[in-house]
Structures are given as C-alpha cells and as structure tokens.
Nanobody, 114 residues
Framework: VQLQASGGGLVQAGGSLRLSCKAS????????MAWYRQAPGEQRDLVAE???????SYADSVKGRFTISRDNVKRTVNLQMDSLKPEDTAVYYC?????????WGQGTQVTVSS
C-alpha cells in the first residue's frame, strides 16, 4: 500500500494551493480518504475526509476555504486550499484505513507567509 502526496509549497496569506495524493495497492474506490495536518509541536489533526460515495466533512477551521475531492479512475484524492492563512502552515498527510491499520503518505509541507 502506498500513498504519494504532492503539491505543497510556500504561498502568501490569501493564496491557494492544491494537494494531490495518489494511492496504489488498495481498492481505492471503496475507501474513505482523508487529509490530516501536523504543525511543529502539535498533534496531527483531521483536516477533511471524503467517503467512498463522495460525502465530505471538514474541520471547523477550514470550512468554506478547503475542498476535498476524489477521482476514482485516477485513484487520487485532492485538497484544494483557498484563502490560506499562516495558521494553515503544517505538514499535510493523506491517509486511509485498511484492515488492521491506518496507512499514511509521506507528507507534504505547506508554508503560508504573512
């Protein structure tokens, strides 16, 4: 099982970034996929998730600014991040549950400058 994330970078406050995560080794279309983030010295927190049938949910801190989507043909889950704030700075991880454990991608750094 492999989750390969990409799309992070440095952006000014108010800007946008789009993260992508490509999955292999799993039956992607049947899995709930999620993005978490972890800032330095902080715990890893849920940002957004999307179910196999496309229902999405978001942390209160990103509602109205972030949009999660999935493409079952390309086996990717995306996170469109708009109106970014300095407090969104973190390493972002895509993840899913498989029988017995949670699988994590390698993480991608998002830095928002003020």
């Amino acid at each position: 099982v492999q989750l390969q994330a990409s799309g992070g970078g440095l952006v000014q406050a108010g800007g946008s970034l789009r993260l992508s995560c490509k999955a292999s080794g799993i039956t992607f279309s049947t899995r709930t996929m999620a993005w978490y983030r972890q800032a330095p010295g902080e715990q890893r927190d849920l940002v957004a998730e999307i179910t196999s049938d496309g229902r999405s949910s978001y942390a209160d801190s990103v509602k109205g600014r972030f949009t999660i989507s999935r493409d079952n043909v390309k086996r990717t889950v995306n996170l469109q991040m708009d109106s970014l704030k300095p407090e969104d700075t973190a390493v972002y991880y895509c993840t899913t549950l498989i029988p017995g454990r949670r699988v994590w991608g390698q993480g991608t750094q998002v830095t928002v400058s003020s």
